[in-house]
C-alpha cells in the first residue's frame, strides 16, 4: 500500500470495476436569504430575468444534445423556467423588495406548493421545480449549477444521491460509475445503475471526502472504493476484472455450483416480447410467466380461447422447458379493472392475488382451463402457481382445483410471512413453492415497496427476510420439493449464492441478470454456500449481511 492509498467501503451494486477521476455532483445551494434587495426593482428583475431565460435556454440545449427521453424530461422543466405565471410572481415579490434570489426561491415553492395540492402526477413533478429553481439562482449568484457536472472526459460521479431528473441527464460514455453518500441496494439510484449496467456504489458514506481530481478506483462486485490505488492495485483488479469477465462470457449452459450441484437459471418474463430476451440469454426456462401484464388494459375478463392464444405464444418458446405460469396477480400497482375494487384505502393488504381470484373463481377456472389447453397444444414442460398465498386452506384449494383440471404441476408463491412461518404444512399440499421476495420483503418490514420514502426498507438482505427464507427451504429439502426464487434478489449475484445456501433450488430473474448470477454460482460449492447463507442470517440487519458475505469471500 502506497502513503496516499486508502480504502472506502459502501453497498455495491452490479459487477463492474473502473479506475477514473471523480467530478463531484456540487451540493445544494442553500436558501437565499430574506434580505430586502439594496438594488432597484429594475435591476433586480434584470438579473432574475437573465437568470430564467439562460436556465432555459440551457436546458432546452442540454435536451437536444441528450435526445430521448432525457430531451422530454430536459424540456419539462425548461418549460417550468418559462412559466408565465412563475415570472409574474416573482415580478411581484421583487416590487415588495425582495432580492432576484429570493423572490425566485419563494416564487418556485409557492408554485410547488400547488402542485403537491393537485395530487397525482402533478404532485411527483413538483419536486423537479426546485431542481430547476437551483438552476436560475445558482445563475443569479454566478455558482456551479447543482446537477451532474458537463464534461467532455469521462469521470466517476460521486454525488449525495441523484434526483430523477439527474439520472435522465446521465451520460453513459461519459459517466463511468457512480458513487453516492447516501441511498440503499433499492433506491432510484441504485436500480438504475442497475438497469443500465453502470458500476455503482450506494451508502458510501465516507466518500463524502473526495474531491474533484481525486483518482478512485470503484469495485462494484466487492463495494469497494480505493482511493489513490497505487499502479500495482490497479494492474491486479483490472487483470481480476478482465478475468471475471472473460469467465463470465464463457459461462453459459444450465447453471452450476462449482461442485456441480445443479441450480436452475430461469427467466421471469410477462409478454411474448420478452420471452425472446429470456432464451438469447440462455435461460433454461421461464420462472415467472406474469400473466397479469398480458392484460392490464382489459376492461372485461379475456376469454379462454384469447388467454390460450397468448399462453401458446409464449409456451412455443420454450419446448422441452419448464415454464412456470403464475395465475393473474391483480392488485396494488397492477389494478385489473375486472378482477379489483379501486376503491380499498390499503390495496396491497386487501382482496389482491389469489383473494381476488377466489371471490371471482369463474375467472380462476377459465384461466387455468386456458393454460391447461395451451399446455397440450404446444410441448413446454407447464407448471401454474398461485400469487399472495397466506394460509394452507388457499393452497388446498388452489392445488386441488389445478388438479382437477388436469394441471400436474400446482405450487403457491410464498410473498407473506405467514406462508413462510407455515411452509412445512404449505409445502405438504402443494407441488412445488416459489418465493417472492419482492412482496416478502415489502410485508415483512411493513413498508410500501413503490414508496420512494421507504425504499432503504425494501432490501431483502435484510436477515427477518432470510429467515423467512431459511424455513421454506428446510422445509422444500424435507419434503424433497423444488424451492424456487423469483423477486429482484435472485438478480444479485451475491445473495444469489446465498439463497441456494438457504435451500433454493431454481433462481429466476430478468434475462439481463443471467449471466452475472451463472458466473457467481460457478464459484462456489454448496457447502460454502451454507457458510455463507449461516453469516448473512445471523447478521442484525441487511447492510451487515452484505457486508458479512463480501468479507467472508475476501479471506
Ligand atoms: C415478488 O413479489 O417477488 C414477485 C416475484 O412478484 P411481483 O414482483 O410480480 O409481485
Ligand atoms: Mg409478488
Redesign the pocket.
Known amino acids: 500500500m502506497t502513503m496516499m492509498e486508502r480504502e472506502l467501503s459502501g453497498i455495491g451494486v452490479g459487477r463492474g470495476l473502473v479506475v477514473g477521476d471523480v467530478r463531484r455532483m456540487p451540493d445544494p445551494l442553500p436558501e437565499p436569504p430574506p434580505a430586502l434587495s439594496s438594488l432597484t426593482p429594475d435591476a433586480e428583475l434584470l438579473r432574475a430575468k437573465e437568470a430564467l431565460t439562460e436556465t432555459s435556454a440551457d436546458l432546452r440545449d442540454r435536451g437536444v444534445r441528450a435526445g430521448g427521453l432525457a430531451q422530454e424530461v430536459l424540456d419539462a422543466l425548461a418549460l417550468m423556467a418559462d412559466d408565465p405565471m412563475l415570472l409574474a410572481d416573482v415580478t411581484a415579490r421583487i416590487g415588495k423588495g425582495a432580492t432576484a434570489e429570493r423572490a425566485v426561491f419563494d416564487a418556485f415553492a409557492a408554485f410547488a406548493s400547488i402542485m403537491e395540492a393537485a395530487g397525482g402526477y402533478m404532485a411527483e413533478r413538483a419536486g423537479d421545480l426546485s431542481d430547476v429553481a437551483n438552476r436560475v439562482i445558482a445563475r443569479i449568484l454566478g455558482v456551479a449549477a447543482p446537477g451532474v457536472p458537463e464534461s467532455a472526459t469521462p469521470y466517476v460521479l460521486v454525488a449525495r444521491d441523484l434526483a430523477p431528473a439527474d439520472t435522465a441527464l446521465l451520460d453513459y460514455d461519459i459517466v463511468q460509475a457512480l458513487v453516492t453518500t447516501e441511498g440503499g441496494p433499492t433506491s432510484h439510484t441504485a436500480i438504475l445503475a442497475r438497469e443500465k449496467g453502470l458500476p455503482a456504489i450506494v451508502g458510501a458514506k465516507e466518500a463524502a471526502g473526495l474531491v474533484d481530481g481525486d483518482v478512485i478506483l470503484v469495485d462494484a462486485a466487492d463495494g469497494e472504493i480505493v482511493v489513490h490505488p497505487s499502479a500495482e492495485r490497479i494492474k491486479n483488479a483490472l487483470r481480476e476484472d478482465s478475468e471475471r469477465r472473460l469467465s463470465r462470457a464463457q459461462s453459459t449452459g444450465p447453471g452450476r455450483l462449482s461442485d456441480g450441484h445443479a441450480v436452475a437459471l430461469l427467466a ?1 418474463v410477462g409478454s411474448p416480447d420478452s420471452a425472446g430476451a429470456a432464451s438469447e440469454a440462455s435461460a433454461e426456462g421461464v420462472g ?1 410467466f ?1 400473466t397479469e401484464f398480458l392484460f392490464l388494459d382489459a376492461e372485461s375478463a379475456p376469454s379462454v380461447e384469447a388467454q390460450q392464444a397468448q399462453y401458446e405464444s409464449v409456451f412455443e418458446q420454450f419446448a422441452g422447458q419448464k415454464v412456470v405460469v403464475r395465475v393473474l ?1 391483480a392488485g396494488a400497482d397492477k389494478p385489473l379493472p375486472f378482477l379489483t375494487d379501486d376503491r380499498e384505502e390499503n390495496p396491497a393488504l386487501g382482496l389482491r392475488g389469489i383473494r381476488a381470484l377466489f371471490a371471482h373463481e369463474e375467472i380462476l377456472r377459465d384461466q387455468l382451463t386456458a393454460i391447461h389447453r395451451a399446455s397440450l397444444s404446444t410441448h413446454a414442460d407447464v407448471w401454474v402457481m398461485a ?1 399472495m398465498i397466506s394460509t394452507v386452506d388457499e393452497t388446498i384449494k388452489f392445488v386441488s382445483m389445478c388438479h382437477e383440471i388436469g394441471l400436474t404441476n400446482a405450487g403457491v ?1 410464498v ?1 407473506t410471512p405467514s406462508s413462510a412461518l407455515l411452509a412445512q404444512h404449505i409445502i405438504a399440499e402443494a407441488d412445488f413453492v416459489s418465493v ?5 420483503t415489502q410485508y415483512t418490514v411493513a413498508a410500501d415497496r413503490l414508496l420512494g420514502t421507504v425504499a432503504a426498507l425494501q432490501d431483502p438482505w435484510n436477515p427477518a427476510v432470510l429467515r423467512l427464507i431459511h424455513e421454506v427451504g428446510r422445509a422444500g429439502a424435507a419434503a424433497g420439493k423444488p424451492v424456487g426464487v ?3 434478489a435472485a438478480a444479485d449475484p451475491l445473495l444469489a449464492v446465498v439463497l441456494v445456501g438457504l435451500g433454493a433450488t431454481s433462481l429466476s430473474m430478468s434475462p439481463i441478470a443471467l449471466a452475472d448470477v451463472r458466473e457467481e454460482l460457478s464459484r462456489h460449492t454448496l457447502s460454502e454456500a451454507r457458510k455463507l447463507a449461516e453469516i448473512a442470517v445471523s447478521a442484525s440487519n441487511a447492510v451487515d449481511a452484505k457486508r458479512g458475505v463480501s468479507s467472508a469471500l475476501k479471506r
Not at 436 to 440: H, Q, V, Y
Open positions: 421471469n415467472l406474469r396477480d400469487p408463491m410473498e417472492g421476495t419482492n412482496d416478502l423469483c423477486g429482484e
